[in-house]
């Protein structure tokens, strides 16, 4: 996710048109020095994009969820993605919905819940909401559940301490529910702070790797001036959820979210390719395209995916 303004309110969500499912297909050719009639050359069979495994992060149509999460699923999922990524979760609801109930919605648009985005405050959280977070993701079936921000006055290193903290103790309650806690990073966590670098020195250093796992944003990353590759290197099987976005120009390194050039995946500068051929080192285990931006948009880049990039 990108900016404070909308992860302060914690996630509303967007509004969308109707699309199509994505359909791919090969044709054949013949040999241009063959003298005999060309042989009929039936069409290879379409290409499910559901096969490739893909997620969609619901803050990317939050204004369709919210508008009605029925329609907006039952579109996700023609367009071909497999998983979803939730990002509302609020009174122990998923937009408004019981977690049993919203379970039953998402599998009856064909779509699997993954992870759902949750935030956890720098105050702190009670041991109590943290088992009935836990819990109600647990009656959801999600895999993950990912910590997305954090709000600007709390960018300090006594607070990020205290954070990764709570979190190792989140990780254990989400543990003993089957269920991993993660970290959503953006750009303000490689902003140098009196010689240190929140997200090498705090983060992948006092978060415990066998309850947390990095959910590590691609865009973000390059944004702050690093190669995503180089940190895979440096810190093997950390990185189990990849978010895909693009971006369209190249520029000097900044720390601050704000609204940039997003683009669909595989229309801008962000090598994929070189990227996921590292995913083994990462850790890597699911994809997830997260743009601010719209149905055609996510539309875009789950062809570009199937069609350029992981082919």
């Known amino acids: 996710m990108s900016t404070s303004k909308s992860r302060r309110d914690f996630l509303k969500v967007s509004a969308a048109g109707a699309l ?19 042989a009929a050359v039936a069409p290879a069979a379409p290409v499910d994009p559901k ?7 619901l803050y990317t149509i939050r204004d369709a969820m919210e508008k009605d999460p029925v329609l907006a699923l039952t579109e996700v999922s ?37 992870s759902s985005h ?7 959280i009670t041991l109590e909401n943290a088992k009935k977070m836990a819990e109600d993701h647990a009656v959801l079936g999600v895999k993950y559940c990912v910590q997305p921000w954090i709000n600007a006055e709390d960018r300090n290193i006594e607070s990020y301490k205290k954070m ?81 976005k693009d971006g369209y120009t190249a520029e000097t390194p900044f720390f601050e979210p704000k609204s940039v050039d997003m683009a669909p995946v595989g229309t801008g500068l962000v090598n994929f390719k070189e990227i996921l051929a590292a995913k083994e080192i990462a850790g890597m285990k699911y994809m997830i395209v997260e743009q601010d931006c719209s149905f055609t948009d996510i539309k875009t880049s789950i062809t570009n995916l199937v069609t350029k990039v992981l082919v």
């Open 20 to 38: 199509g499912a994505v359909v791919l297909s090969q044709t054949g050719c013949t040999n241009p020095s063959s003298t005999a009639p060309a």
């Open 78 to 114: 023609k367009i071909g993605y497999k998983y979803i990524e939730l990002a509302n979760y609020s009174g122990g609801k998923f937009y408004g919905f019981t977690p049993a109930d919203f379970k039953k919605v998402a599998a009856d648009t064909g779509l699997e819940i993954l």
């Open 164 to 244: 990764v903290a709570d979190w190792n103790k989140v990780g254990a309650i989400m543990k003993e529910n089957g269920i991993k806690f993660g970290y959503h990073n953006h750009n303000f966590e490689f902003n140098t702070i009196n010689g240190i670098v929140p997200y090498f020195d705090i983060f992948l250093k006092e978060m415990d790797k066998d309850l947390i796992t990095m959910e590590i944003d691609l865009f973000w990353v390059t944004k702050a001036g690093h190669n995503p590759v180089d940190i895979f290197n440096k810190y093997p099987g950390r990185f189990e959820l990849f978010h895909l």
């Open 118 to 124: 949750t935030q956890v405050e720098a105050k702190g």
């Open 51 to 57: 096969s490739f495994g893909l997620g969609l992060q």
